[in-house]
């Protein structure tokens, strides 16, 4: 009877996030918003106080993690220091008093991993972690013993959810693990809702002309996305194309700002650039999707991850124009849902430009039907449902299965 009883009870599997939101908080969101769906599995989410999505989840919450946001600069970075230490082993405990029988960590707090690894040992919890990025390219204080943490980190996992085979690769060749620990989870659209308008009256209300197709740039703005080198490619263009940028630079905002600036005056396309350098509303991104042709995404070549505004924009189907990294590559060889170009060349990302400029909009449409067939979130949590079952019960299913 007691056997019995144990298999029948639901896996519980206790998400940690322990930032306000970005893009990564998306995802947590939109996944477990499914997850409250499947069967035989009972999920809750350990976050902040801050948590962006803390009013409209429909998944539980625990909101017992301590706030890392602060509006001084210096008691921000002292917050998030002292929190590596104690939100794992605040989850840890609650993990425990709920009887979960899975942490998946979500934001990874490898620095510390030393010092929590034994509590979640002790608790008999396994361990999962979702490498959104596999490989971490500076440190925080001692870069060396930083990364031995990760790959002692990714080692103790039970499992490991990556975006794709070339995430997958890295993380073997990187960390050291087992293939049949480490399972491919694609990055799911992210849909915004109904733009407020129609687009000529969009493009009117943000001063935006009408008469020129229109770009657009989104989300976090670093240097490994080259807002730079699309500026120099879009020069012979600039008879009928206007760029649109809405973000927020991520590193050294001021230098990044005052730099764009000075690009587009010697480039002289203050006429053909619309900049926002800003965090964007959830309820102003449908609009910017709605006013632009299509969405560019030139990113480097140091750029592996999956990413988020990719999926923003094939949500709200608009092509893109994209630079062929290694991760995004993969993704989309299936769906001819806009040009490739190669990263960091601007020949190449010039000619993928005219290609766009001269695309026939009909023509992508059902190829973004199927992209977002393939990547839909209801497969993902049923992937990710199926590996916790077998880290309980290995006979349940195997990696070649998915």
């Known amino acids: 009877m007691m056997e019995a009883s144990q298999s029948e009870r639901p896996v519980r599997v206790l998400h940690y996030f322990a930032f306000p939101g970005g893009g990564i908080g998306r995802y947590v969101h939109e996944l477990l918003t499914r997850m409250i769906k499947e069967p035989g599995l009972e999920v809750e989410l350990a976050c902040i106080p801050s948590y962006h999505y803390l009013k409209e989840a429909t998944y539980p919450i625990w909101p017992g993690l301590r706030d890392i946001t602060h509006p001084v600069p210096i008691r921000r970075r002292l917050r998030f220091g002292i929190n590596l230490f104690v939100n794992p082993l605040r989850a840890i405990a609650h993990a425990r008093a709920w009887d979960a029988d899975i942490l998946h960590l979500s934001t990874i707090p490898h620095v510390t991993f030393a010092i929590w690894s034994s509590a979640l040992k002790k608790a008999g919890i396994k361990l999962v972690a979702t490498a959104h990025d596999v490989r971490r390219s500076q440190g925080l204080i001692w870069y060396k013993y930083e990364i031995e943490q990760l790959k002692r980190l990714y080692r103790a996992c039970a499992a490991i959810f990556v975006h794709s085979e070339y995430q997958k690769k890295d993380i073997i060749d990187f960390a050291g693990v087992s293939a049949d620990r480490v399972f491919i989870v694609p990055h799911g659209p992210y849909y915004h809702g109904p733009p407020e308008a129609d687009k000529e009256t969009l493009r009117r209300r943000y001063g935006i002309p009408v008469n020129k197709q229109v770009a657009l740039f989104f989300g976090d703005i670093r240097p490994d996305k080259n807002l730079d080198l699309f500026l ?160 309980l019960h290995p006979s349940v299913i195997t990696n070649k299965a998915l």
Request: charged share 25%.
């Open 232 to 391: 120099q490619a879009m020069v012979p263009f600039k008879d009928r194309l206007h760029l649109v940028v809405a973000g927020q630079p991520k590193s050294k905002r001021e230098d990044m700002t005052k730099k764009t600036l000075q690009l587009v005056e010697e480039l002289g396309l203050n006429s053909n650039v619309t900049l926002r350098f800003e965090h964007i509303p959830n309820d102003e991104v449908p609009n910017y999707l709605e006013l632009c042709d299509f969405v560019i995404l030139p990113y480097s070549r140091r750029f592996t991850s999956q990413s988020g505004v990719l999926n923003v924009a094939l949500a709200h189907r608009r092509p893109v124009l994209v630079s062929a990294t290694p991760t995004i590559a993969e993704t989309l060889a299936r769906f001819q849902v806009g040009v490739m170009c190669e990263p960091d060349s601007l020949p190449s990302l010039q000619q993928a430009l005219a290609d766009m400029l001269a695309l026939r909009r009909c023509e992508i449409k059902a190829e973004i039907d199927r992209y977002l067939e393939a990547v839909a979130w209801e497969r993902n949590s049923w992937i990710s449902c199926q590996v916790y079952r077998s880290i």
